[in-house]
């Protein structure tokens, strides 16, 4: 379980407690002037005045000009920008710089160049384009660091620091080959145990030298881009946690060079939610607080985003975290940039801060001209002015932002739900080979996830290192990789009255991607009472039923074949030559239950199921609420904050289930009010607590 101390927005170094210097919502978002003619600069901070702004974050993509040669640091534009920000009253969020590598660094060390999964050596361009074992750029992207955090790091104004931008994607390059073989040196000791996790009697893969470990992509064994089709898995699974550990070793280097310095200004990095190739479970242990980028699709549903903002919660035990970047309107690299709706942006803006942020960021406050972002939305348009809708929305938010100012700083959010999210799971569960193409972990997340997020009842979506013991519920869909360990922890919580859940293909692998021989699902089968004998792989479109309370349901991409060893059937599969056997168990274990759903099955059974396991588990909704509905609670030394959000594109009655005043507009509630919610329009009640 999170920490349920009371936090105020604060990160801690060493044991040590720093408050960040926010007194309210920070608002703003990425500003490059140095893309513009200083005459525009003056327009800007007029513009920023206008809607509120007090942060922006600078300094993203200018490693060219601030270091156009090897041996020359050039900050005078940067120290331009700095004092006109800091005369006109902004906050910064400074970055590095570091996710591109200028040009003359890739002409003269083409070891910082990335090598593709298909094996092509990529030229200078792009970005997030530097080999993260390249020693040129590990060198001179902490010297950068270093530089800026001298220069700039006794300015009052600068909040956080920002590390490069957005880490990701992955190199195969002869330097990734090298530090791998070290890598995986210092994690297997000996050849023999490398040959014994990898399984590489198989196929006669033997090494009998490091110099025989090479990376796995498509000149060796993997077969197509995706990363689901690979020989051996172990191999592959090792290079996802070399990659991840590769980049967030490059993210270090920067960050211990700014705290060399600035030991008390917090550094971060900018994380995109369910982001697959790096494990942020284990970056987020570097980082003082996390921060994220939120660009939903335009058909995402209210709990798609949300489960991406828990997500980021979870990744300090529930501490708040940043939304670093959201588009204002349109974004251009989607395949159809829809505009969002009016009053999209606000309500989005405050579902993040329902989930947690305390910040509402852009990308970014002024549209470029060219290149590839020249049609992404911005604060201010190429029209250049203030007179446009998205801007207006800007404003008006920012407005009700000040007003709001810090009440809500730090708040956190208790949760009797725990879902469980793991990189290891993710890579491995898909990696698979079999038994179905429709594996689809964070699919299978978001199912669970979606059926308590629409009946309004608080998730904390975990790591498998955190504390489940105070959990009233831990669902771990898909524990795919349960590893060393974890099965002792899910048997004492289940002991000890907790309500656990798994799903199909759960506990096959250890943590080295092999199977745990003497039935599925292995370390958890005592638990759930249950072995699964066989696994049926169901072709896209068709289906096996079953009936639940009465209804008929659907079991897809997979069918388990389970004997009860201990559990009772709830729920037998209809059709087949495995009809009537168990598709849905209960298990009474110690003081609590183990569950196990053997199939996938449709959003209306999990929401009919999930909501009666609630029931019976004393797992209340923070309110009830229609379709549509969502809600939230944050709390903090300033009291209880009740967030409730209409997504629906119609005004929609709600009952308010406590007494209280909406912060945004000082109206006062009582409880069991009947309140017509605009489409789109939001509330959040400070509670009572007299009443
Ligand atoms: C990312 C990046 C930004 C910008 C936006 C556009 O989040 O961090 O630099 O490219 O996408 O949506
Ligand atoms: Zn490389």
């Known amino acids: 379980m999170y920490n349920k101390e009371q936090y105020n927005s604060f990160f801690m170094i060493e044991g040590k407690r720093y408050h960040m210097q926010q007194n309210k919502i920070l608002y703003g978002g990425d500003y490059n002037p140095e893309q513009w003619p200083e005459e525009v600069w003056q327009e800007d901070m007029r513009l920023f005045k206008l809607a509120h702004i007090d942060v922006v974050t600078l300094n993203v993509f200018s490693w060219a000009s601030l270091q156009p040669d090897e041996n020359t640091y050039d900050f005078s534009k940067l120290d331009k920008i700095m004092e006109l920000v800091k005369e006109n009253g902004l906050k910064v969020c400074l970055a590095t710089s570091t996710a591109v590598h200028p040009a003359w660094m890739a002409r003269k060390y083409p070891d910082v160049l990335r090598t593709e999964h298909n094996g092509i050596r990529r030229k200078f361009g792009s970005r997030h384009n530097s080999c993260p074992n390249s020693p040129t750029y590990r060198k001179y992207s902490a010297a950068l660091a270093s530089q800026l955090a001298k220069r700039y790091g006794k300015e009052k104004n600068i909040v956080a620091w920002h590390v490069a931008n957005e880490y990701g994607g992955e190199c195969y390059c002869e330097n990734c080959e090298k530090a791998f073989r070290e890598w995986l040196k210092e994690k297997y000791g000996t050849i023999e145990e490398l040959n014994r996790v990898w399984n590489l009697s198989f196929w006669g893969h033997t090494m009998y030298d490091w110099e025989d470990v090479v990376v796995p992509n498509m000149q060796s064994e993997e077969w197509i881009w995706e990363y689901t089709r690979t020989n051996f898995q172990g191999i592959s699974l090792d ?211 979606r059926a308590f997020s629409e009946a309004n009842i608080s998730v904390d979506m975990i790591s498998m290192e955190d504390d489940i013991s105070g959990y009233k519920m831990v669902i771990a869909p898909l524990l795919y990789m349960c590893k060393d ?79 009860l060893e201990g559990a009772k059937a709830l729920s037998t599969y209809e059709e087949d030559f495995y009809a009537g056997m168990p598709v849905l168990t209960e298990h009474d274990f110690g003081k609590g239950k183990a569950y196990y759903v053997a199939t996938r099955s449709n959003g209306e059974f999990y929401k009919t199921f999930l909501r009666q396991l609630c029931q019976k588990h004393g797992i209340m909704p923070v309110m009830e609420a229609p379709d549509g509905i969502e809600a939230t609670v944050r709390e903090n030394e300033n009291g209880s904050f009740l967030f409730v959000l209409n997504h629906n594109n119609e005004a929609t009655d709600v009952v308010i289930p406590c007494s209280g005043t909406d912060i945004i507009r000082d109206t006062t509630f009582q409880k069991g009010q009947k309140v017509t919610l605009a489409s789109k329009d939001v509330l959040i009640i400070r509670k009572n607590y007299w009443l």
């Open 485 to 563: 360990g974890y099965d002792t922890r899910i048997r004492k919580f289940v002991q000890d009255g907790g309500c656990f859940l798994t799903t199909y293909f759960s506990g096959y692998v250890e943590d080295h991607d092999l199977v745990v021989t003497g039935g599925y699902p292995a370390r958890l089968r005592d638990i759930l009472g249950i072995w699964v004998e066989e696994s049926d792989a169901i072709i896209e479109g068709n289906c096996n039923h079953f009936y639940y309370d009465g209804k008929q349901y659907p079991a897809t991409i997979l069918c388990d074949l389970l004997h």
């Open 239 to 449: 290079y996802r946690r070399f990659q991840s550990e590769s980049m967030l070793a490059c993210f270090k280097l920067e960050r211990d060079e700014l705290k060399k310095t600035t030991p008390d200004i917090p550094v971060t990095t900018n994380l995109m939610g369910f982001y697959k190739p790096l494990d942020y479970q284990k970056w987020a242990k570097e980082m003082d607080f996390a921060s994220w980028d939120n660009y939903p699709v335009y058909d995402a549903f209210p709990a798609q985003i949300a489960m991406s903002h828990d997500l980021m919660r979870g990744l300090k035990q529930g501490r708040s975290f940043w939304l670093m970047e959201q588009t204002p309107g349109v974004t251009n690299w989607h395949p159809y940039c829809s505009l969002k709706r009016p009053g999209v942006m606000r309500l989005w803006s405050y579902q993040a801060v329902a989930h947690g942020s305390d910040t509402v960021m852009f990308f970014q406050m002024r549209r470029s001209i060219g290149a590839c972002e020249k049609y992404h939305s911005a604060v201010i348009d190429h029209a250049g002015h203030e007179n446009t809708r998205v801007f207006r929305e800007i404003t008006e938010l920012g407005a009700e932002l000040e007003k709001i100012g810090g009440q809500t700083l730090g708040a956190t959010t208790k949760s009797d739900v725990a879902i469980v999210f793991d990189w290891d799971n993710w890579w491995s569960s898909e990696y698979s080979a079999g038994p179905s193409k429709l594996i689809s972990y964070h699919g299978e997340v978001q199912e669970y996830y």
